[in-house]
């Protein structure tokens, strides 16, 4: 046997090998009851959470993602996670005490309690079609490391990482997803830094590649331009207060300053990954210029040893997988809570296989966007976009109760879901990125709807 074929026989081996494990472990530690399969029985330990809340917002799609983006544009691509920090932090101070003292689990249940149940059903619609085309994302970006290491085609190996994942979301739920995350997260962390240390070992560190890039891949805005990184943070806020995984996340901890806590902690898990992810990019575009830049990342591989080669195989799968599963549980919440519960109103057992059954079928649905995929970075903001959305409904109602209607915030989710999607098909014209639409849109409609009721409504003004 070749030394090519035992180091692809090692890498194929720790993988399944890995995944068989970690499988094994979610079925033992899987969800017993509903209240397990959704929040844990609000019973996780902060470290445990902060860890869950960094890896589901910093998975496989921003991993891959992100080295793509520096790969093409420079190291300022790194805001697009360091972005995520700072988002992290906000949602610490201001909102993860609120999401917990809620009692909801669902971003569609926090903004009901203000805005009624016309709004918990707009915000469910456009939240599950937003965590669908971030699966989407999160199956390719999988792929892609997936493809590389194990030598499969892109197709199989979406296939493989949709396969394995659903162990994880349809038999775990988030009581045992949080803690096989701790496990993924450990290695993801670890195969980065592993990847860090071989590009720079690769290219003689940073000065050489300032002297053969172009000197916009090592300024704050390089390629992307302050425009795009300002909608990057502002999305990216918009996302972590408003997206149903962090709500369950929060909503998970097992008291109000331990959700607070966990958000903190979070934000600084993040900070040190934009930086590396940025630089293994940009060492790729230096090392590998003709290559196709989905593979910034995974094209390191090669050129370690086997068993590093199989140790951050490990790692990227491992982002894949997790990433996978939190999205497809959070899905699965907003249909069992806002669709299937009041339709069928079933006893508990039967609620329990009834979630196992949407997990599994909100988990495949993204398999039939793959193969159209755009830029795994674009679609993650645009996904951001549609959920900033919201987060400005939602941060209205408690921090703005007087400002709008329920009918105000159902007029405001549409119009702003249907403009944002408009706006991103067409490419952002006039250089106005989607994410200014979904920001602005909301708010618009919200003022305009109170303007309306203060010109019919006299008497009410004088009031005011």
Request: with cysteine.
């Amino acid at each position: 046997m070749t030394d090519d074929a035992l180091r692809h026989g090692l890498i194929v081996g720790s993988v399944l090998v890995y995944i068989v494990l970690t499988s094994l472990l979610a079925f033992v530690l899987r969800s017993r009851t509903n209240a397990q399969f959704m929040v844990g029985s609000r019973a996780l330990p902060a470290v445990v959470i902060a860890v869950l809340l960094m890896s589901e917002f910093i998975g496989a799609k921003s991993t891959v993602g992100t080295a793509q983006e520096a790969f093409e544009k420079g190291m300022a691509a790194g805001w697009s996670v360091l972005a995520a920090a700072i988002g992290f932090l906000l949602l610490g101070i201001f909102f993860a005490r609120q999401i917990y003292t809620s009692q909801q689990h669902t971003i569609s249940g926090l903004v009901e309690q203000r805005f009624g149940n016309g709004a918990r059903i707009a915000v469910s619609i456009i939240m599950i079609y937003a965590l669908l085309l971030v699966n989407v994302g999160n199956y390719v970006s999988g792929a892609a490391a997936l493809a590389t290491a194990l030598r499969l085609d892109l197709t199989t190996s979406t296939f493989v990482i949709a396969g394995f994942s659903a162990v994880y979301y349809v038999f775990g739920g988030l009581k045992s997803i949080a803690y096989v995350t701790v496990l993924h997260s450990a290695m993801k962390l670890f195969g980065i830094a592993m990847l860090v240390v071989v590009a720079a070992s690769l290219t003689g560190g940073i000065q050489p590649m300032r002297d053969a890039l172009p000197a916009s891949y090592f300024t704050w805005d390089g390629d992307i331009g302050a425009n795009t990184i300002f909608a990057w943070i502002v999305g990216t806020l918009g996302a972590i207060f408003s997206t149903q995984y962090i709500v369950q996340a929060i909503a998970a901890n097992r008291d109000a300053r331990a959700a607070r806590s966990s958000a903190l902690l979070a934000a600084l898990l993040c900070l040190p990954l934009g930086f590396a992810l940025a630089f293994v990019g940009v060492a790729a575009r230096y090392l590998f210029p003709d290559q196709d830049s989905l593979y910034a990342l995974p094209v390191f591989i090669d050129r370690m040893s086997s068993p590093m080669a199989a140790v951050v195989t490990v790692s990227l799968v491992a982002s894949a997988l997790v990433s996978v599963s939190t999205v497809a549980l959070a899905t699965t919440a907003l249909v069992m809570r806002d669709f299937y519960v009041p339709w069928r109103k079933p006893e508990p057992e039967a609620e329990l296989r009834a979630t196992r059954w949407v997990a599994l079928a909100v988990g495949l649905v993204p398999l039939l966007c793959v193969f159209v995929t755009p830029h795994i970075l674009q679609l993650s903001f645009f996904t951001r976009a549609l959920r900033l959305s919201i987060a400005i409904i939602a941060l209205t109602g408690v921090y703005l109760p007087w400002l709008g209607s329920g009918r105000g915030a159902v007029a405001a989710l549409v119009a702003s879901g249907v403009l944002t999607t408009i706006w991103y098909l067409l490419g952002n014209p006039l250089g106005i990125d989607n994410m200014y639409v979904a920001a602005v849109t909301p708010a618009a409609v919200l003022l305009l709807e109170r303007w309306i009721g203060r010109q019919g409504d006299p008497v009410r003004e004088q009031r005011v």
